[in-house]
Structures are given as structure tokens and as C-alpha cells.
């Protein structure tokens, strides 16, 4: 069968941490992807010269055999598109790697999203449609599609990282999330994912909310609950 008469696109991730390789495999999954995961290089170079994939998502620093050396056995046999995905920000490294016949280079730490959206526009797929939603509370205004957040009109001047931990609290009223579900869902793959960044980010997502902050409640021993009003 070949790539083009499949109807979900095949995508071979090979990256050796588990977190991380995890966390991309459930992203690209819940983005309507075919997903194969390789933990070492000489597995990854074999499943792409041995079946059909639209894309794949190459870590560089990989056991068995390194991401260059994978580039090198592909060369001129595979003419799949390669994402390379590391932690060498260097300009050496990026070079390299585009002279080895990648396609794409994103540095770690990352945003899922982004890798996504690269993921898309390598395959020529459209965007996936986001929804049109916001979230009031308390006299606060969570705005989806804006990213902002408001508090009695006043603009909040959360970061990225305060905002993506309150979205994934705020999607889930009532339900008990763990500090390692938030790390992993709403914090970049490679950066600080500790249990002490996340109640950092609580704290101060708490702080800049005020009094609609209270609406996030501790679960002691398991992490937080967002207690959404029965009006909201």
C-alpha cells in the first residue's frame, strides 16, 4: 500500500525518552495520526525502510545509532519527510542535520502544538479546527481561541506555561488532576516538568486571579480541581 491511499497519515517517531516519546505519540494520536514508535535509532532506521510512513519525527541523541547515522543509512533510499526533534541548539547540529536530508528542525523544549503544526503544514494538511470557546468564572474570562485571560475586563498577564495549566484545570470542572498530568499536558516535553514547577505555576496563576482564584482547590497527595460555579 502506499502513502498516498492510506487515509491516515503514518507518522514513525523515534525518540528514546519515555516522556517525551509518550507525550508525542498521544499528541499525534489525538491529532487522527497512525503512530509508530521506535526507542533506539537502528529500530527507527529499519520500520522506515521497511514500511511506508508520510512523515517521521527523528530525536538525534538516540542509542544503538545516533540520528546522523540514521540520516546517513536513509540517504538515498528514503524519500520520506524527517522532523528533526532535539536538544542541540547548536548551529553545527542543525546544519548537519539539514545536510542529512531533514526537513524540519525543532529544539527541545517544545510545545506539542507546535510540533503539530509542523507535523500539518510538512503533510500539507489543513489546521485543525479550533473550537470557539471561553470560560467564565468569578468575574474571569478564560478566552480559548485569544489565549488571554481577563479579570473584570482587566487583561491578566499570565505566561504561556500559567495559561496552559489553567486551560487543562478549567476544561476539567470537578475533576481531580494529578501534578504529573498537568506537567505532561500542559508544560513543553523536555523542559521542568517537577511537581514543584507545577504548584509554582498554581501559586501564581492563584495570585494573579485573586479572589477567582480560590476556584482551584488543592487535592492534597494528588495535585488540583478546578470548582467551576453551577452557572458556568
Do not use: C
Not at 16 to 43: C, N, Q, T
Not at 78 to 102: H, K
Not at 189 to 200: K, N
Not at 208 to 215: I, Q, S, V
Amino acid at each position: 500500500m502506499s502513502t498516498r491511499e492510506r487515509s491516515v497519515p503514518a507518522v514513525l517517531v523515534v525518540e528514546d525518552d519515555p516522556a517525551i516519546a509518550a507525550g508525542i505519540v498521544r499528541g499525534l494520536k489525538g491529532a487522527g495520526f497512525d503512530v509508530e514508535l521506535a526507542h533506539d535509532g537502528r529500530r527507527g532506521a529499519e520500520l522506515a525502510l521497511a514500511r511506508p510512513f508520510d512523515l517521521v519525527v527523528l530525536d538525534l541523541m538516540l542509542p544503538e545509532l545516533g540520528g546522523f547515522e540514521v540520516l546517513e543509512l536513509w540517504r538515498g533510499r528514503l524519500s520520506t519527510p524527517v522532523i528533526v526533534l532535539s536538544a542541540r541548539t547548536e548551529l553545527d547540529a542543525r546544519l548537519q542535520a539539514f545536510a542529512g536530508g531533514a526537513v524540519d528542525y525543532l529544539p527541545k523544549p517544545f510545545w506539542i502544538e507546535e510540533l503539530l503544526a509542523r507535523v500539518r503544514a510538512r503533510l500539507r494538511l489543513p489546521d485543525a479546527a479550533a473550537p470557539t470557546r471561553t470560560f467564565g468564572w468569578d468575574g474571569a474570562l478564560l478566552d480559548l481561541d485569544a489565549r488571554t485571560v481577563t479579570l473584570a475586563g482587566e487583561p491578566l498577564g499570565l505566561t504561556a506555561h500559567e495559561f496552559n495549566v489553567l486551560l487543562y484545570l478549567v476544561e476539567r470542572p470537578a475533576r481531580a488532576i494529578t501534578r504529573r498530568q498537568l506537567a505532561e499536558a500542559a508544560l513543553p516535553a523536555g523542559g521542568d516538568r517537577s511537581e514543584r514547577t507545577v504548584d509554582s505555576h498554581v501559586a501564581r496563576i492563584r495570585r494573579k486571579l485573586g479572589p477567582a482564584g480560590a476556584r482551584i482547590a488543592t487535592v492534597w497527595g494528588i495535585g488540583y480541581r478546578f470548582d467551576a460555579p453551577e452557572s458556568a
